[in-house]
C-alpha cells in the first residue's frame, strides 16, 4: 500500500500545488483556465500524437476496449437515469447531466498521468483509444437523450447533434490520435527534430495539466441537492470502475494491461467537461459542479484503493 501512495501523492500533490496557489491568489484567476487551454490545445496532443505514431502493434483490437467501454457507460448511464427519475424524483431533462457526470471523468489530465505512472508507456495505447472513445461517445450520447428529454423528436435534435458532430470534428485531443495513427500506418519515422520537440512538448504535459487542473477546482462551487451529489460520487468513483474492472477481465477478455489502465481510466473523478455540459443546458448545473471538486477530493481515496486492489488481483501495477 505504501508504494501505491507513493506513486498516486506526487500527481495530487501538483493538483494540490494549483489549487493552493490559486486560492491564496498567487497566480492570476485567469492562469488555470490559461493554462488549461495550452494544455488542452498543444501539450496533450503532442503527447498523444507520438503515442499513437510510434507504439508497436496493439496486443488486441481496439474495438475490443471500445465495445467494453460502451457497454459499461450503457449501464452505468441507464442506471443513474433511473435512479435520477425514480429515486431522486427530478425531472427527465435533469437526468442526461446527471448520467454524463456519473460516466465522464478526468480521464484527460488525470488520468493520462495516472496511468502512465501506475503501468508505464506501454499504456500509452489504451488510454489514447480510450480519450477518443470518452470524446465522441459521452458528448453524443449526452446531446441525444438531453434533445429527446426536452424536445422529444423534433428537429431541433438533429441540429443539435450536428453542432456536436462539428465540435468534436475540432476536437485536438481527437485529432492527435487519428493524425498520429495515420502517421503510423504510412511507416514513416519522425524526423529527428521534429520528434525531439514532440517529446519536450509532451514532457511538459503532464505537470503543467495537473497544475492547472489544480488551479481551475479552486473555481468549482459546492452547493447543490446532496442526494444528487451522492449519486454521482459513487456511480463514478465505485460503480463505474468496477463495472469495467469486471466485464474487461470477465466478460470481453482483455489482457492484463487493458483491463487494468481500463478500471483506473474509469476511477478518475467527474471531468470539467460534465460541468460544461450541464451549462449549456443549465440542468443540474449545482450539483454538477459541487461533483467535480468533491470527487476530485474523495478521489485520492478510491483511485489509491482501486490500483491497490489491481495489484492484490496481479494486475501490472509498476510500484
Same mark, same amino acid.
Given at each position: 500500500?505504501?508504494?501505491?501512495?507513493?506513486?498516486?501523492?506526487?500527481?495530487?500533490?501538483?493538483?494540490?500545488?494549483?489549487?493552493?496557489?490559486?486560492?491564496?491568489?498567487?497566480?492570476?484567476?485567469?492562469?488555470?483556465?490559461?493554462?488549461?487551454? =495550452?494544455?488542452?490545445?498543444?501539450?496533450?496532443?503532442?503527447?498523444? =500524437?507520438?503515442?499513437?505514431?510510434?507504439?508497436?502493434?496493439? +496486443?488486441?483490437?481496439?474495438?475490443?476496449?471500445?465495445?467494453?467501454?460502451?457497454?459499461?457507460?450503457?449501464?452505468?448511464?441507464?442506471?443513474?437515469?433511473?435512479?435520477?427519475?425514480?429515486?431522486?424524483?427530478?425531472?427527465?431533462?435533469?437526468?442526461?447531466?446527471?448520467?454524463?457526470?456519473?460516466?465522464?471523468?478526468?480521464?484527460?489530465?488525470?488520468?493520462?498521468?495516472?496511468?502512465?505512472?501506475?503501468?508505464?508507456?506501454?499504456?500509452?495505447?489504451?488510454?489514447?483509444?480510450?480519450?477518443?472513445?470518452?470524446?465522441?461517445?459521452?458528448?453524443?450520447?449526452?446531446?441525444?437523450?438531453?434533445?429527446?428529454?426536452?424536445?422529444?423528436?423534433?428537429?431541433?435534435?438533429?441540429?443539435?447533434?450536428?453542432?456536436?458532430?462539428?465540435?468534436?470534428?475540432?476536437?485536438?485531443?481527437?485529432?492527435?490520435?487519428?493524425?498520429?495513427?495515420?502517421?503510423?500506418?504510412?511507416?514513416?519515422?519522425?524526423?529527428?527534430?521534429?520528434?525531439?520537440?514532440?517529446?519536450?512538448?509532451?514532457?511538459?504535459?503532464?505537470?503543467?495539466?495537473?497544475?492547472?487542473?489544480?488551479?481551475?477546482?479552486?473555481?468549482?462551487?459546492?452547493?447543490?441537492?446532496?442526494?444528487?451529489?451522492?449519486?454521482?460520487?459513487?456511480?463514478?468513483?465505485?460503480?463505474?470502475?468496477?463495472?469495467?474492472?469486471?466485464?474487461?477481465?470477465?466478460?470481453?477478455?482483455?489482457?492484463?494491461?487493458?483491463?487494468?489502465?481500463?478500471?483506473? =481510466?474509469?476511477?478518475?473523478?467527474?471531468? +470539467?467537461?460534465?460541468?460544461?455540459?450541464?451549462?449549456?443546458?443549465?440542468?443540474?448545473?449545482?450539483?454538477?459542479?459541487?461533483?467535480?471538486?468533491?470527487?476530485?477530493?474523495?478521489?485520492?481515496?478510491?483511485?489509491?484503493?482501486?490500483?491497490?486492489?489491481?495489484?492484490?488481483?496481479?494486475?501490472?501495477?509498476?510500484?
Amino acid at each position: 500500500m505504501l508504494a501505491i501512495i507513493t506513486l498516486v501523492a506526487p500527481v495530487f500533490g501538483l493538483i494540490a500545488i494549483g489549487w493552493g496557489a490559486a486560492r491564496i491568489r498567487y497566480v492570476p484567476e485567469a492562469a488555470g483556465p490559461l493554462l488549461s487551454e =495550452f494544455a488542452y490545445k498543444i501539450l496533450i496532443p503532442a503527447l498523444l =500524437f507520438r503515442a499513437m505514431a510510434t507504439m508497436a502493434p496493439p +496486443a488486441q483490437s481496439p474495438w475490443l476496449l471500445a465495445g467494453t467501454y460502451a457497454t459499461a457507460v450503457a449501464l452505468i448511464w441507464v442506471t443513474a437515469t433511473l435512479a435520477t427519475l425514480i429515486l431522486l424524483r427530478r425531472p427527465a431533462a435533469d437526468a442526461p447531466a446527471i448520467a454524463f457526470a456519473t460516466t465522464f471523468g478526468n480521464g484527460l489530465m488525470l488520468g493520462i498521468p495516472l496511468i502512465l505512472s501506475a503501468f508505464g508507456p506501454e499504456a500509452a495505447t489504451p488510454v489514447a483509444i480510450l480519450v477518443t472513445c470518452d470524446t465522441i461517445m459521452l458528448w453524443m450520447l449526452g446531446t441525444l437523450h438531453m434533445e429527446l428529454a426536452l424536445r422529444g423528436f423534433g428537429g431541433g435534435s438533429l441540429a443539435s447533434t450536428a453542432r456536436t458532430v462539428l465540435d468534436l470534428v475540432r476536437n485536438p485531443i481527437i485529432a492527435a490520435v487519428i493524425i498520429g495513427t495515420l502517421w503510423r500506418w504510412s511507416g514513416l519515422a519522425l524526423p529527428g527534430i521534429a520528434d525531439k520537440l514532440i517529446v519536450l512538448l509532451g514532457g511538459a504535459a503532464i505537470p503543467v495539466s495537473l497544475t492547472a487542473l489544480g488551479m481551475t477546482l479552486a473555481r468549482y462551487e459546492i452547493k447543490g441537492q446532496t442526494p444528487t451529489l451522492l449519486l454521482i460520487t459513487v456511480l463514478k468513483l465505485i460503480a463505474f470502475p468496477a463495472v469495467t474492472l469486471w466485464l474487461g477481465m470477465f466478460v470481453f477478455g482483455l489482457t492484463p494491461l487493458w483491463a487494468a489502465a481500463l478500471a483506473v =481510466f474509469s476511477s478518475m473523478p467527474v471531468g +470539467a467537461n460534465a460541468f460544461v455540459f450541464a451549462a449549456r443546458y443549465e440542468r443540474a448545473v449545482g450539483s454538477v459542479s459541487a461533483a467535480v471538486a468533491v470527487s476530485t477530493i474523495i478521489a485520492v481515496l478510491t483511485v489509491t484503493a482501486t490500483l491497490a486492489i489491481l495489484q492484490e488481483m496481479g494486475l501490472p501495477v509498476r510500484v
